[in-house]
């Protein structure tokens, strides 16, 4: 089957600290592969894609690279904000009959601290 | 572009009761999904509906159940409440999910609350 697992949170880390959360996914099939944020009171934002293997995925300071080898999807930033504070979920697309269906990490949850 | 719009944002009803939930994709995507997302189990699958037709359907009992209309919004429905249904309801769109790159976008979600 499909599913997503991500490092358990909660985060913390000073401001500039190089960010790691790492993700590792179980797929049939060739799946895509996500980075999802969530700020406070607010619904899901992408932050980045990767669509097949080796392909990296970068926005806003963050990466990801598509590892199939190590069927993983690990999350960077050189230098973390304040304002990177929020949810981050690792997500996969599957095809799934004649649609798709995406599966969700449980989320990591960063606070950057001044 | 208007993104996603899920309405209401905020929602309080008794258990027993029914709710209806609103979602207004992106102009030009014909595919929504719905996920309910609670703190303990996450983001969890509801259904998929493309062009007025469910797709897909996760593990929820009969008394979620949802439709999409031929402009593409979507309603979702909970019957007969109960208090574990209490949770952030999230409606997301895509121009068509059977393509497996495809992103979905979502909306801010509504909360619902079963007192």
């Known amino acids: 089957g499909n599913s997503v697992t991500q490092m358990e949170g909660p985060v913390t880390l000073s401001e500039e600290a190089f960010l790691t959360i790492n993700c590792t996914y179980t797929a049939t099939g060739y799946p895509s592969l996500f980075w999802y944020v969530q700020y406070p009171g607010e619904g899901l934002q992408l932050l980045l894609k990767a669509t097949k293997a080796d392909d990296k995925g970068s926005n806003k300071g963050f990466e990801a690279t598509y590892r199939k080898e190590t069927t993983s999807f690990h999350l960077e930033k050189g230098s973390v904000q304040v304002s990177d504070s929020a949810v981050y979920f690792c997500?996969?697309?599957?095809?799934?009959?004649?649609?798709?269906?995406?599966?969700f990490g449980t989320g990591t949850s960063l606070t950057v601290i001044p | 572009k208007a993104g996603v719009t899920q309405t209401p944002r905020y929602l309080i009803k008794t258990r027993g009761q029914q709710v209806t939930l609103s979602c207004s994709p992106i102009?030009?995507?014909?595919?929504v999904s719905w996920y309910q997302q609670t703190p303990g189990q996450g983001l969890q699958f509801l259904f998929e509906y493309f062009s007025e037709t469910q797709r897909n359907k996760g593990n929820f009992p009969g008394r979620f159940s949802g439709r999409q209309f031929s402009n593409s919004r979507s309603e979702m429905n909970v019957s007969t409440l109960e208090l574990g249904d209490s949770a952030l309801y999230l409606c997301a769109s895509s121009l068509d999910l059977g393509r497996a790159n495809t992103e979905a976008f979502f909306g801010q979600g509504t909360r619902l609350t079963v007192v």
């Open positions: 102009s030009g995507h014909r595919s």
């Open positions: 997500a996969l697309s599957a095809l799934r009959g004649t649609g798709n269906q995406f599966y």
